[in-house]
Nanobody
């Protein structure tokens, strides 16, 4: 069993919204640096957003800025995705690590814990 569990993916029309959730399986994500990655068919996995351990600093890849928001709840990290586009179609993965990646976080795949992914499909 993978240490992280994602949920919230699905099929949505362009312009729609989804909220992805990531929880630790058997451990609390509090204090962990957490990131969301995605991988579309035939493409490399890319970082989308990340959140530092305190939950007070975030970073986003340019293509999702203003549309996606990463937040931390009680043992859960969320990715709110608004104004979704067909190009956002991918499997979305949550990743976490006890280490800090100053100055904020990293969207490189350097995280020690990963989930199995959740499919997001944006199509009319």
């Amino acid at each position: 069993q993978l240490p992280l569990v994602e949920s919230g993916g699905g099929l949505v029309q362009p312009g729609g919204s989804l909220r992805l959730s990531c929880i630790g399986s058997g451990f609390n994500l509090e204090g962990y640096t957490v990131a969301w990655f995605r991988q579309a068919p035939g493409k490399e996995r890319e970082g989308v957003s990340c959140l530092n351990g305190r939950g007070d600093m975030t970073d986003y890849v340019d293509i999702v800025k203003g549309r996606f928001t990463i937040t931390r709840g009680k043992n859960t990290v969320y990715l709110q995705m608004n104004n979704l586009k067909p190009g956002d179609t991918a499997v979305y993965f949550c990743a976490a690590d006890r280490r800090a990646f100053p100055p904020v976080c990293t969207m490189l795949p350097r995280y020690g814990y990963w989930g199995q992914g959740t499919q997001v499909t944006v199509s009319s």
